[in-house]
């Protein structure tokens, strides 16, 4: 029952699987392997994959399985009530990407933090894993959710639509990304989030920290593969609807990006209705 399974064999799946010791190392799955019956596993998908992965990984788990799910945005949970055991979901600052041979290179392994989303996690079992990926246990996670999501909302539709790296925000978009913050922070407020009252600060920071990066958005977009922010921007517009705040700047941005990003709602599979 060592043994961490890696389910999603993309940049971030092969960059934690080898960083995995070999006493806990366990087969890299990607889309067309066959699952062995799983005790233990890292979830390293987008997550608009969750829906399909969750329904051919439920047979192969059982009452004691453990499964981390490393995946962005909210909305994505309720997908999980198919899968058996106990379910934890890491917020993680880990950025991979692949070359052109398709192997994965390491930006950084970040930190982590992993909270309970179904049944008790156990931190005796999850102790040989967490130092070895620089995680910790953080409970409840959702505040921890919540936080990244408003970091991502700011930055990562700015990035999709100007086509530019997190530094060019500051350089030449900076008044749109403060918009952008000033109508997420009263959103921001309601929650308690750390980040109230300062999440312009930390965006830029952030913005600043990670210049030369591509957004994980524009990096799928320019693969011409679907974005995440289907799972980033509504939860924010949702809030803001049932509070009354008008986000004239999101809600723009939304209808800019909404073509390229699958819902969550959209994505459950017919044979699960």
Known sequence: MN????????ALGQWLHRHLSPELQGQLIGRTTPYPRIDQALICVKAYDLPSLALSLAPHLHSDSLCLVVANGKGFESFLQYLAGQIGL????????RDSQGISQGVTLGQGLVGSIQGKLEPQRLAPLLPLLNWQLSEPIEQQQWQKLALNACINPLTLVHGCRNGQLLEQHLAQLQALCAELEPLV???KL??????????QALCQATANNHSSSLQDFLAKRPTELGFILPPWLELAARLGIHCPTLAQLWQQVEPYSPLPSSQFPSSAC
């Open 194 to 203: 750390p980040l109230a009252g300062a999440l312009a600060t930390q965006v």
């Open 189 to 191: 407020s309601h929650l």
């Open 90 to 97: 890491v917020i993680s600052t880990a950025a991979a990407w």
């Open 3 to 10: 043994k961490w399974h890696v389910l999603g064999a993309g």
